[in-house]
């Protein structure tokens, strides 16, 4: 069984299906970035901008399930593999080389899918290459184990032991990878629906009509619509998500202007037409500077038919002042500026663009 081992081809993600994904991706983040911003302007020639970004995004969908399914079929033959092969030497010498060519061998796979996968924000992908890392901290723990059998012969039994413990653990860390990749899959079909429903409803809206969301991208709160009576349009130009749900500051490459964020998290909710945020954020102070680097406020108020949607804020201690949401040049961007009144403790005015969480 251990020198069937080294006939396992590697997993790997192959050069070509891994651009097939980015390319597409791409070509659908790239094909209309202003499609939403122009959206207002309504009429047949946005509906059919629309339609050309519902079939980029599915083309995207289409390759990243595919992409996914490979690793997911890949990962089973492993993990089948693995299990089937516990770790009874047939010598001190021979099966420790053996172990430990299969072990490097796995190890330099697992880290050239850790680097594809490096930088995409994807949550199946980020929660698939946390699953390759666990597997790959079990795989060295293995190897450990290995090397220590091989100190002394003497010891050949008791390190076996130690190994096939560790096996066992690799096991259980690559079993939730296999599960992590199965799930990311299945929920491209549900996600690539969802983004076919929004540009649906964008070139809907583009010539007057208003039928009513039913999928909604991720990460983009769901509203269930039981009420017989029509569905009303909506009176900002641009949809309601680009303005409602929850937003951050991201961890790193952030933009702002003005007093630099540390953190920064938003909050809007609509209803009947009315908006409704809270901001809870802390700043970077100046050298010297003696202040509260935290801030919290409330803001709400009727909805306009304006791209940018300005309210009055009232902050914690009772300070006034305006906010300003300005949807940023991706669907998952939202600028936000704001000024107080004077207030001599807190950061008075500040500008970020926030993601949608």
């Known amino acids: 069984m251990r020198r069937a081992l080294?006939?396992?081809?590697?997993?790997?993600?192959?050069?070509?299906?891994?651009?097939?994904?980015?390319?597409?991706?791409?070509?659908?983040r790239e094909a209309d970035p202003n499609l939403e911003r122009e959206a207002a302007a309504g009429g047949?020639?946005?509906?059919?901008?629309?339609?050309?970004?519902s079939a980029e995004a599915g083309k995207f969908a289409a390759a990243r399930k595919a992409l996914l399914e490979s690793v997911a079929q890949d990962q089973a033959v492993q993990v089948s593999l693995l299990d089937a092969s516990p770790i009874a030497p047939e010598s001190a010498a021979v099966s420790t080389v053996l172990d430990a060519q299969f072990i490097a061998a796995e190890d330099a796979h697992l880290t050239r899918m850790i680097r594809a996968f490096a930088g995409n924000r994807d949550k199946g992908i980020q929660r698939l290459k946390l699953a390759l890392e666990k597997e790959r901290t079990a795989l060295n723990a293995l190897s450990e184990a290995i090397a220590e059998r091989q100190k002394s012969a003497d010891g050949v039994q008791a390190a076996s032991g130690a190994a096939e413990a560790a096996r066992a653990k690799a096991m259980g860390e690559m079993r939730p990878m296999l599960d992590a990749a199965n799930e990311a899959a299945g929920a491209t079909s549900s996600e690539a629906a969802a983004w076919a429903e929004y540009y649906r409803k964008i070139g809907e809206g583009a010539q007057g009509e208003a039928t009513p969301i039913t999928v909604v991208p991720p990460g983009v709160q769901a509203v269930t619509l039981n009420n017989p009576a029509p569905a009303q349009p909506n009176v900002t130009p641009l949809p309601l998500v680009r303005y409602i749900g929850a937003w951050t500051y991201p961890a790193s490459n952030g933009v702002f202007h003005g007093a630099q964020p540390e953190m920064v998290e938003l909050e809007v909710s609509e209803a009947n037409g009315q908006a409704k945020g809270t901001l809870t954020a802390r700043f970077k102070l100046p050298p010297?500077?003696?202040?509260?680097?935290?801030?919290?406020?409330?803001?709400?108020?009727?909805?306009?038919?304006?791209?940018?949607?300005?309210?009055?804020?009232?902050?914690?201690?009772?300070?006034?002042?305006?906010?300003?949401?300005?949807?940023?040049?991706?669907?998952?961007?939202l600028e936000v500026t704001f000024q107080t009144e004077s207030n001599p403790t807190k950061i008075r005015m500040a500008d970020v663009v926030l993601v949608k969480k």
Do not use: M
């Not at 997993?11 to 994904?21: I, K, N, S, W």
């Not at 309210?311 to 906010?323: A, C, E, M, P």
């Open 288 to 333: 010297g500077n003696i202040g509260d680097p935290a801030l919290r406020f409330e803001f709400s108020g009727p909805l306009q038919s304006t791209r940018n949607q300005v309210f009055n804020l009232v902050t914690d201690n009772g300070v006034k002042g305006r906010v300003e949401l300005i949807p940023g040049a991706a669907f998952n961007l």
């Open 44 to 53: 047949a020639p946005i509906a059919q901008r629309a339609d050309r970004l």
């Open 6 to 28: 080294l006939w396992i081809p590697l997993l790997c993600l192959a050069q070509h299906p891994r651009d097939e994904v980015q390319a597409a991706y791409r070509a659908w």
